[in-house]
């Protein structure tokens, strides 16, 4: 059974810092892309970072400069360091796997098939 586990979400000043976090469980984790998004409240889920199981990363042009994919293949880890927040980050934070071993990771989140539950991050002003 996939299980994608986030934590490390949390209510964070503006100008702060955080670092989530994702587990994943039950999947070949080394050849899978691996990606974050976020959904605030009232809008659609928003790409943020996507990561290949060798560690080439995209990130949304937006977020570029203050948001890190990272991954550790040794621990099924994923990992999104946030820099710089600011109360419109505001949101919930999800990471995705595509087990497909992909390269480029795929772009379009319905070719993401697993999902974990999400962890709050709340930035205030």
């Known amino acids: 059974k996939v299980q994608l586990v986030e934590s490390g979400g949390g209510l964070v000043q503006a100008g702060g810092s955080l670092k989530v976090s994702c587990a994943a469980s039950g999947i070949a984790f080394s050849g899978a892309c691996m990606s974050w998004w976020r959904r605030a409240p009232g809008k659609e889920h928003e790409f943020i970072s996507s990561i290949t199981g060798v560690g080439e990363t995209v990130t949304a042009d937006s977020l570029r400069g203050r948001f890190t994919i990272s991954r550790d293949n040794a621990e099924d880890m994923t990992y999104l360091q946030m820099h710089n927040l600011s109360p419109e980050d505001t949101a919930e934070y999800y990471c995705?796997?595509?087990?497909?071993?992909?390269?480029?990771?795929?772009?379009?989140?319905?070719?993401?098939?697993?999902w974990g539950q999400g962890t709050q991050v709340t930035v205030s002003s």
């Open positions: 995705a796997a595509d087990t497909r071993n992909s390269n480029p990771c795929p772009t379009n989140i319905y070719d993401w098939h697993h």
